[in-house]
């Protein structure tokens, strides 16, 4: 079991730019979530997605829009991208919400020059 | 809205010396969970507590939940190089969503 994959690991954008972050998830997870850390700031939910076909904001989700197609697959975009993004996003998911763990991917490095 | 609360921010230690990181919430929460992070990589979950007043122990690693389930703390005995990392807990009041602390670094020196 791959567990939560997330792609690319690593990018760097110039401001302006526009991309997609990938999470995939083979256990068959209703729930996924979207978060960014930043020093000393712990995670933040930016969207979540309770499931296919869902999907809802979170603390900080300006400038982000979310797409869940797929009940594997939760896609992060950033339309327009601003150096106040930069930051480690982890995608997680778990079974029905709350009451269990989180599993979290490895994380994407997003600079934004 | 809500907030949990983690201190301290950062932590030093000696190899072979405790560590406690405590954890507090505006509000009653439902359940509380901790997750650690080792340096570079992703939040891994521990342990999670839902009773009043519970503890738990997993190893070295004490883990209680305040009687009034707004405050929790983490506690390592003996810390280990292998300790090393950021420690969240994770509070639900209600519904599903989870708040997740800043954390709280810690260092250990051999």
């Known amino acids: 079991n791959a567990g939560v994959t997330q792609t690319p690991k690593f990018r760097v954008l110039k401001t302006g730019q526009s991309m997609t972050l990938l999470c995939a998830q083979d256990m068959n997870h209703e729930y996924m979530y979207w978060y960014r850390q930043d020093p000393g700031m712990g995670l933040r939910l930016i969207h979540y997605s309770v499931g296919e076909g869902t999907t809802a904001k979170g603390e900080v989700p300006d400038g982000y829009n979310v797409s869940r197609l797929k009940k594997q697959n939760f896609l992060l975009g950033l339309e327009s991208a601003a150096p106040s993004q930069t930051s480690v996003y982890f995608c997680a998911s778990n079974p029905t919400g709350g009451n269990q763990p989180q599993h979290f991917g490895d994380g994407t490095r997003l600079s934004i020059l | 809205g809500q907030q949990v609360m983690q201190i301290p921010q950062y932590q030093h230690v000696q190899e072979g010396e405790d560590f406690t990181t405590y954890c507090n919430s505006s509000t009653t929460l439902s359940n509380i969970q901790w997750y650690k992070q080792r340096p570079g990589g992703h939040p891994v979950f521990l342990i999670q507590?839902?009773?009043?007043?519970e503890v738990k122990k997993q190893k070295r690693l004490t883990f209680q939940f305040g009687e009034a389930k707004k405050n929790s703390s983490l506690h390592i005995t003996a810390t280990q190089t292998t300790d090393v990392g950021t420690y969240f807990c994770?509070?639900?009041?209600?519904?599903?969503?989870?708040?997740f602390g800043a954390g709280t670094r810690l260092f250990v020196k051999a």
């Open positions: 507590l839902v009773k009043s007043g």
């Open positions: 994770a509070g639900r009041t209600g519904g599903f969503k989870t708040i």
